[in-house]
């Protein structure tokens, strides 16, 4: 593809991403849950457990998107976005594996369409603006960890977001992201807070608008001090870190946090590790009763 033709996909990604949007009533300046607006649009959404999937849509005998649940969290809902593209774009049956996955975005116009589209609907130009006003970030001097906990704010990856941010917003020079990506970021993090590789950290402040904090068992969550949990079977208490109190998830279900003084609340949402199963029952305790 040349420029040209990149242009004029992107533009169709993004108008396309909006009314996606407009169609699931969720406003331009709120993250979104691609796993119900998928739902919405009248696909299947399954969850399967293996290491070399990364996601599938088929049209027949009726639409299906499966997600490859051993990914982390940023990359399945990403994946979801980017299936429900080829959904809504009439692509056809897709089989996505995490090595051919790697090699295909820049080379066939469908994925790269696909790809723009989702990072459109997950990270719309008005919601990333809010989200940077509201936490008074400058782009001029954004710093990894702001990065990362934008990235947890929008359900994706550090990388990912970094990306949208200079290719498909324009609003970070290239040089800049260069440098920011080379900070492996997620694996600081990790460090910092003593969680183990295979499970995420996520970061919650109190901009934390419009969208539930998503957890497997196993993540860690963390929140400002004054935030309390209103139900701490999902949750266990860790320990506190620079003022603000670390979480490890520990029990499927929902829960909640809040904070009075600052009429501020957020619903805690945790699933399953690897979960298998439709989307819609991933946070139930119980295994789910196939639908057939």
């Known amino acids: 593809m040349d420029w040209r033709q990149q242009k004029q996909l992107a533009r169709v990604a993004a108008m396309e991403a909006e009314k996606t949007r407009r169609l699931a009533k969720v406003p331009s300046i709120a993250p979104i849950d691609p796993f119900d ?33 051993e990914r982390p969290a940023g990359r399945r809902r990403f994946t979801c976005a980017h299936e429900l593209g080829h959904h809504i774009f009439k692509h ?29 609907l997950l990270m719309s130009q008005l919601a990333v603006v809010r989200a940077f006003n509201d936490r008074q970030i400058s782009i001029a001097s954004i710093q990894p960890e702001q990065i990362y906990k934008l990235a947890n704010f929008f359900g994706v990856g550090y990388a990912t977001l970094l990306n949208h941010l200079t290719y498909s917003l324009q609003l970070l020079p290239e040089e800049q992201a260069q440098k920011l990506l080379k900070i492996r970021m997620a694996k600081l993090v990790k460090e910092r807070y003593g969680a183990s590789a295979n499970n995420e950290v996520v970061i919650v402040d109190f901009n934390w608008l419009f969208r539930s904090v998503d957890l497997d068992v196993g993540d860690m969550l963390v929140l400002p001090q004054e935030a309390e949990v209103e139900e701490k079977m999902q949750l266990q208490f860790l320990r506190e870190i620079d003022e603000q ?28 590790k690897n979960y298998e199963g439709l989307a819609r029952f991933r946070y139930l305790e119980e295994v789910e009763a196939d639908d057939d």
């Open 37 to 69: 607006i998928a739902s919405q649009r009248g696909c299947e959404v399954r969850f399967l457990s293996l290491p070399s999937l990364e996601g599938m849509y088929s049209p027949e005998p009726k639409p299906i998107v499966v997600i490859g649940s």
């Open 245 to 272: 109190n670390v979480y490890i998830a520990v029990a499927p279900g929902l829960t909640r946090s809040a904070c009075l003084d600052r009429n501020w609340a957020v619903n805690v949402r945790v699933a399953r």
């Open 92 to 120: 056809g049956m897709q089989v996505e594996d995490l090595n051919a996955q790697k090699h295909k975005g820049s080379r066939c116009p469908n994925e790269f369409l696909v790809d723009t589209f989702a990072g459109f």
